[in-house]
């Protein structure tokens, strides 16, 4: 055992919250209290798109509170696979349920700033960590996005019958971009 900040075997590693260093001089990260902090930057397009599913969810909730006074006492809360409604109730069930998945939404945004706390399948060592890092947000982001869309799809319902279609691309996004990030977390080992 040394001061160096480093340990030199697993088990010191994890009793002490610090990298391991193999032979080579490659850290190998196996706590969260032993990883670096994030150093990477997101591109103006992630930060937009995390900005965006964030605000736009936000805004729509507000919008909905407002209107609700307006509404009629029984509004579509339910939906069947093709759009049709199969479940009315009160305007304030369909809300809470809203304002639920954007307290979600922004659930996900506070996450994305933390990813040393990420739970990854793969060793994070010193030449991967902050691709994982940054490849963990940017799937995040996209998450975000999806869910967003989603939202301004079972939202826009309440108005308009033409904003279903909005759930099935926040769900086709979620599921392409969830595929892609998880391939690149494994290509990026």
Same mark, same amino acid.
């Given at each position: 055992m040394t001061d160096d900040g480093v340990a030199y075997s697993y088990q010191e590693a994890?009793?002490?919250g610090v990298p391991l260093q193999e032979p080579d001089g490659t850290l190998i990260y196996p706590t969260t209290r032993s990883r670096p902090k994030p150093t990477f930057t997101l591109d103006p397009l992630d930060r937009a798109l995390m900005a965006i599913s964030v605000a736009v969810p936000v805004m729509l909730t507000v919008f909905v509170a407002? @209107?609700?006074p307006m509404m009629d006492q029984q509004v579509p809360v339910h939906f069947s696979w093709d759009g049709t409604v199969n479940r009315y109730g009160s305007p304030w069930e369909g809300f809470w349920t809203a304002a639920g998945v954007t307290v979600m939404i922004i659930g996900i945004a506070v996450l994305a700033k933390y990813p040393r706390v990420f739970n990854n399948p793969v060793?994070?060592?010193s030449s991967n960590v902050q691709q994982?890092?940054?490849n963990a947000? @940017?799937?995040l982001t996209w998450l975000?996005?999806?869910m967003a869309i989603m939202a301004?799809?079972?939202m826009g319902l309440w108005f308009e019958p033409l904003?279903?279609?909005l759930v099935w691309v926040g769900l086709a996004l979620m599921g392409v971009s969830m595929v892609f990030f998880i391939r690149r977390l494994f290509m990026l080992r």
């Open positions: 994890m009793r002490r407002a @209107q609700i060793e994070l060592n994982q890092y940054k947000v @940017q799937m975000n996005l999806a301004v799809g079972m904003w279903f279609p």
